[in-house]
């Protein structure tokens, strides 16, 4: 079991390159994230998919593109690359409302844009 | 929307002392607060929760009390040890889990 897996770990784009952060989840979970983390200012929310076939914007959402391809997967997009947009990106998952549950993060992807 | 304020942002406190950062939220409906800890490196994760129909909850050495008149909560770390020094994170969401708003975080050392 997994857990919650994104891919890069590291990547350096050049200012205007485009680039896909995967993400993946075995847990079955419905609701996904996507997280960017800059020093002193926590983890900002920039897309969430509440399940499979929907997406809405967080708190960050420009310059970004989202995709959830199904249960599983759900991929962030930068179509051209700024270098405000260098920051760690983490992926997470929540299985759904209820009692007992909370979210999942993956290992992160740093990114810099130079 | 709802809004996390967390302090203090830094803590240094002696191996042994006790350790307690505050967070407010602004959203009265928020109804699930979590703690995460996140070590240099690593992704958050979760040491603790709590939810709207307790006031207190305790885990070994972590403690988290929620006050949900004055919409604060707070993390209570006791006999620190140097393997507690890391960020740490509040979290506030409605319907038990949707929606997460984080607060800034805290860098707490303990110091040997």
């Known amino acids: 079991n997994a857990g919650v897996t994104q891919t890069p770990k590291f990547q350096v784009l050049k200012t205007g390159q485009s680039m896909t952060l995967q993400c993946a989840q075995d847990?079955?979970?419905?609701?996904m994230y996507w997280y960017r983390q800059d020093p002193g200012m926590g983890l900002r929310l920039i897309y969430y998919?509440?399940?499979?076939?929907?997406?809405d914007k967080g708190e960050v959402p420009n310059g970004y593109n989202v995709s959830r391809l199904n249960k599983r997967e759900f991929s962030l997009r930068l179509e051209s690359a700024a270098p405000s947009q260098t920051s760690v990106y983490f992926c997470?998952?929540?299985?759904?409302?209820?009692?007992?549950?909370?979210?999942?993060f993956g290992e992160g992807s740093w990114l810099t844009v130079v | 929307g709802e809004n996390v304020e967390q302090h203090p942002s830094t803590l240094s406190v002696q191996e042994g002392d006790s350790a307690v950062i505050k967070c407010t939220y602004s959203d009265s409906a928020s109804n699930y607060f979590p703690w995460y800890k996140q070590e240099l490196g690593k992704r958050p994760q979760l040491i603790i929760d709590?939810?709207?129909?307790?006031g207190e909850k305790k885990d070994q050495r972590i403690a988290v009390t929620l006050n949900k008149t004055a919409k604060h909560f707070s993390l209570h770390i006791t006999e620190t040890q140097p393997e507690d020094s890391a960020v740490y994170f509040c979290a506030a969401s409605l319907d038990y889990g949707q929606n997460f708003v984080f607060g800034p975080g805290t860098r707490l050392s303990v110091l040997p």
């Open positions: 997470a998952s929540y299985p759904r409302s209820g009692l007992g549950n909370t979210i999942y």
């Open positions: 998919s509440a399940s499979e076939g929907t997406t």
């Open positions: 847990m079955n979970h419905n609701s």
């Open positions: 709590i939810r709207s129909n307790v």
